[in-house]
C-alpha cells in the first residue's frame, strides 16, 4: 500500500470513527451507547495503525507527516516519492 492511499484511509476513518462516536454519545440506552462509542474508538485506533505502519518513504521507511497533503519529495532521504 502506498501512503497516499494509506493517508485517505486513516483520514476516513478518523471521520467515521468521529461521525460513529457523536451518534452513540447521543443513543438512549447506556448499553447500546458504550458499544457504539467502543466501535468508534477500534475505528479510530485501526486508522493510526494503518497509518503508522504505512505513512513511510519506500526508500528509507521514515515517518511521512499525517497532516496536509502527501509530500512529492521524503523530508528525510530528498527521494521523490
Known sequence: MDHRKARKIFWICWLLASVVMVLG???PDEKMQKAVITIGIIIFILGGVI???FM???Y???SLNLRG???DYCP???KKI
Request: proline share 11%; glycine share 12%.
Open 69 to 71: 497533503f502527501s509530500p
Open 76 to 78: 528525510y532521504c530528498g
Open 25 to 27: 454519545a447521543i443513543l
Open 51 to 53: 497509518a503508522i505502519c
Open 60 to 62: 528509507c521507511r521514515g
Open 56 to 58: 513511510r518513504c519506500p
